[in-house]
């Protein structure tokens, strides 16, 4: 079975450009995570889908910070304008409905120069 | 703010020896997992605990959970330099949901 495809798996942009990443979850699971990871931190939720509804999307920062899910499969996460602050691993995640076992994907390092 | 908290933030063991790791989180809970993350990888799942179990194994997984203390213990067994990871553990809150993480090393 293969697990959450990310990609772009390293991203190298300057601040002010836009930058988009991409999730192909776990066939079968509704849910999807996005999430920040800091350097020596956890990671942070930023926006939780149930099919292609955002449930939780409270820690999303909406002024430059979007994402969809059209089909209710995979995602879009996109930063524009990108700031030095946004560099971070983006993960995503996938489970089942009602399961709280999370699958994630090898994450997307972003470097904002 | 964060709901698990894990401590310490780095041990350092040689291999053989067993390693322990805890984790505190703040409110009531359903279930708590923890996860390894290898560097440069996405986090996995190794085991959950449900808020009425205490006790639970899986191979040198050892995770008791303490609801009256909101706490919770990984005991890694006969440690490996595979072990080498962070670890975190993560509750059913919805947001917030990973702590800091124990950044564990095992010295071959």
């Known amino acids: 079975e293969a697990g959450v495809v990310q990609s772009p798996r390293y991203k190298i942009i300057e601040k002010k450009q836009p930058v988009a990443f991409w999730c192909n979850p776990i066939s079968g699971h509704n849910t999807l995570y996005w999430y920040r990871q800091n350097l020596g931190q956890g990671p942070e939720l930023l926006i939780r889908?149930?099919?292609?509804?955002?449930?939780?999307d409270s820690q999303l920062p909406k002024d430059r910070f979007s994402a969809e899910r059209l089909k209710g499969v995979d995602s879009t996460l996109k930063i524009q304008p990108a700031e030095l602050g946004d560099s971070a691993v983006y993960l995503c995640a996938s489970s089942l409905t009602g399961e709280e076992t999370q699958y994630f994907g090898p994450g997307t390092r972003l470097l904002v120069l | 703010s964060q709901q698990g908290e894990e401590d310490p933030q780095a041990l350092s063991i040689q291999e053989g020896e067993n390693a322990t790791m805890n984790c505190s989180y703040k409110?009531?809970?359903?279930?708590l997992q923890w996860y390894r993350q290898n560097s440069g990888r996405g986090l996995v799942h190794l085991i959950l605990i449900r808020s009425n179990e205490r006790e639970k194994h899986s191979g040198r997984l050892r995770v008791t959970l303490d609801t009256s203390k909101k706490s919770s213990s990984l005991l890694i067994t006969a440690s490996r330099a595979a072990d080498t990871a962070s670890y975190f553990c993560a509750t059913d809150a919805l947001r917030d949901i990973f702590g800091t993480g124990t950044r564990l090393k095992v010295l071959a």
């Open positions: 889908y149930e099919n292609e509804e955002a449930v939780d």
């Open positions: 409110t009531s809970i359903n279930n």
